[in-house]
Structure formats: C-alpha cells, structure tokens
C-alpha cells in the first residue's frame, strides 16, 4: 500500500540547535512530495516540495529537505531553530500520475523549539 | 502564491440543523477541489474530491448523503454537512489544484473552518 510515515509525534530542540523532522513514504514508483506547517486553528501553510532534480530542496522559512530514494525519506531540516518554528509539521505524498491524485499527509509532528 | 479563501471561519450550530461551508479559489481557476477534516492532534483526512461540473468522488467510509458536496464552478465548492450531530464536529479544510501544469499543479489550502455542533 502507498502511504507517507511521520515516526515522530513530538519533536523537541533547543533554539539555535538543528532541527529534523522525519518522514518516510512506501510507493511503487516516483512520488511527489510536500512538507506543510500548521499553526493552530490555521490552514495549512507550504513549505517545500520535491517533484525532481537535485535532492536537496530549499523552501520557505530557512527550510529544506533531502530526497533520498534509496532510504525512501524526505527529512525536513532547518539549521538553527527558532521559537516561532514551534508548530505543527505534516508531511504529504502525492501519488502521480493521474490529474486528481490528492495529497496524502502523515500523521503530523508537533515541534516545539525551546528557548 | 495562490489564495483559497473559506467562509465561515467558524461556525457553532445546534444540532439536527445543516452547515454550509464555502470555498473559494480566488485568484486561479480550480478544477479540482478536495475536502478534508482535521480531527484535534490529528492528521488531515481526506473526505472527497471534487471536479467542476460532476459528482464528487466520496472515500471510503464518508457518507455523501451528509456531506453534501457541490463544485459547481471553476472557483467554489461548497460542503454542505446536513443534519449535523456533535460527533460532526472538527476542521474542515478545503484545498484547490488549478488548471495549469497537469499532474505537476500545485494543491493550495484554506484557512480551514471550525464547526462545533453543540
């Protein structure tokens, strides 16, 4: 079955420290993916995204993300944190190929930058 | 980037009534629109999509006779929970995929809507 994992319910870091947010996808074939942020009773907000190219993609907010096929990840990384990251972060997969394939999200991490 | 736009933001009913909530893609045409809703501390759940001008496409286990699900232009859809019970009660957010760009067309969300069903 196709299907995004986020193996981490809280992610807690220290302001300034690096930060990651792990995600894994199970799919046959090439995938499209999406990290999204949420801060509380708001929609939700894109951060970044891989179709193709180069595995390191950089997005809003100082964001990026590592493709890797082969460990089937997409890590959200940030070097140094900040207290305003703190929020709720969704990982989502889309699987092509068909024009209305929607975004399918993992469960959600909730990270909490301390200061 | 592009703006998808919901009203009501929030919304508290008595239960037994119906709710409508709209969604409005405003500076692009959608020709697809999907509907999730976001239970507390939870992920997004997809409820259905929907193409302009036909029937939406339901997942399994959302009864289509209560969330009532209309797309009937290029920028508004509009869900339409009837006979809301509190259990009805979450965020439901809409999103928009436009016309450009074929698979590749990026997905756009709203701010979501808050329905409490007292």
């Known amino acids: 079955a196709q299907s995004v994992a986020q193996p981490e319910d809280q992610v807690n870091v220290a302001e300034g420290n690096p930060l990651t947010v792990k995600c894994t996808y199970s799919v046959s074939g090439n995938p499209y993916l999406f990290w999204y942020v949420q801060y509380p009773n708001r929609g939700l907000q894109f951060l970044l995204k891989y179709i193709t190219g180069d595995n390191l993609v950089k997005g809003s907010y100082g964001f990026e993300a590592e493709f890797n096929k082969s460990q089937t990840s997409f890590h959200l990384k940030k070097p140094s944190a900040l207290v305003s990251d703190s929020a709720l972060y969704f990982c989502?997969?889309?699987?092509?190929?068909?024009?209305?394939?929607?975004?399918?999200f993992g469960k959600g991490t909730r990270l909490s930058v301390i200061a | 980037g592009a703006v998808v736009s919901q009203h009501p933001s929030r919304v508290i009913c008595k239960s037994g009534t119906s709710v409508k909530i709209e969604c409005r893609s405003l500076d692009f045409q959608a020709t697809t629109m999907f509907w999730y809703r976001q239970f507390p501390k939870q992920s997004l759940m997809l409820m259905a999509t929907?193409?302009?001008?036909?029937?939406?496409?339901?997942e399994q286990g959302v009864e289509k006779d209560k969330f009532l699900i209309n797309h009937a232009s290029l920028t508004l859809s509009t869900l339409t929970v009837t006979s809301a019970h509190p259990e009805d009660s979450s965020f439901y957010i809409c999103?928009?995929?436009?016309?450009?760009?074929?698979?590749?067309?990026?997905?756009?969300f709203g701010p979501g809507t808050r329905l409490l069903v007292l």
């Open positions: 929907s193409n302009e001008g036909s029937k939406a496409t339901y």
């Open positions: 999103s928009a995929r436009g016309t450009s760009g074929g698979p590749r067309a990026a997905q756009y």
């Open positions: 989502a997969v889309r699987f092509l190929i068909s024009g209305n394939t929607p975004l399918v």
